[in-house]
């Protein structure tokens, strides 16, 4: 690979890293760079999963004070949280890569209007959240649904974010600040068991993965540091944008 295309994979991996600790879907950004340098699909998706699980555990760190409040949810959805990525990420290896490259447009245009609906998403959970009484009567419905959330995850995993959000809005009875530190665990533990399955499957391009590492880290310190400088809407509506023309240039190319 080329000192120019090492570069742009980190700069990609910076602004991924940057845009998902300001609003999410840094993967918007780095997932078509990686196919636009010639990466096959499936091996561009792992890699990207593999290089992009350190950068998530910052915003897990600066929300670690409300470990306590979760850890009994989190115990409880853990085991599924991890089967889940591992299913997913089972499912995506045992994908073709002419069978994933015709799901990619669907995918990046799913993932793109999930970040578009975010706020809208937000807000009915705010509203639940505001309304409710007591946890889920049915534990088996939560765990079904973070177990689907978590396939997802380690099958693609854009807009992963936003489907834990609302999942976990929907099942339980708490504040939105507790819930998103909850969100980041499961999103974090869903991530690393599918990158772990990844890194024995002879798919990660591991040059391109520690090159995103460096990348992804250095985008979420600048991201954390300018949080209240930048307004996350803006930049959302970006990422929105570049979302939307990804997936019409992948759909013509179909």
Request: glycine share 10%.
């Amino acid at each position: 690979m080329s000192i120019f295309n090492e570069i742009l994979i980190f700069l990609a991996a910076v602004a991924a890293g940057f845009i998902n600790a300001m609003a999410g879907g840094g993967t918007l950004v780095t997932f078509p760079v990686l196919l636009a340098l010639g990466i096959p699909p499936v091996a561009a998706n792992v890699t990207n999963t593999v290089a992009l699980v350190p950068g998530t555990i910052g915003g897990m760190w600066a929300q670690r004070n409300e470990f306590a409040s979760q850890y009994q949810r989190l115990m409880k959805l853990l085991p599924v949280a991890i089967v889940g990525g591992v299913a997913g990420g089972l499912l995506i290896l045992n994908t073709s890569e002419s069978a994933f490259r015709s799901l990619i447009p669907y995918l990046i245009l799913v993932a793109t209007l999930l970040l578009a609906a975010q706020v809208q998403i937000k807000n009915r959970v705010v509203a639940r959240i505001g309304h409710a009484h007591s946890e889920h009567h049915n534990p088996l419905i939560m765990l079904s649904l973070v177990f689907m959330a978590a396939v997802y995850g380690g099958y693609f995993g854009a807009g992963m974010g936003v489907i834990l959000m609302a999942i976990l809005g929907y099942v339980t009875d708490d504040s939105m600040t507790r819930l998103n530190f909850l969100k980041q665990a499961l999103a974090f533990a869903i991530n690393l068991a599918a990158a772990i399955y990844f890194a024995f499957s002879g798919k990660v391009d591991w040059m391109v993965a520690f090159v995103m590492v460096f990348g992804s880290i250095s985008g979420g310190l600048i991201g954390g540091r300018l949080a209240g400088k930048i307004k996350p809407e803006l930049l959302r509506w970006i990422v929105v944008a570049a979302g939307l023309i990804a997936a019409t240039i992948f759909f013509l190319k179909e």
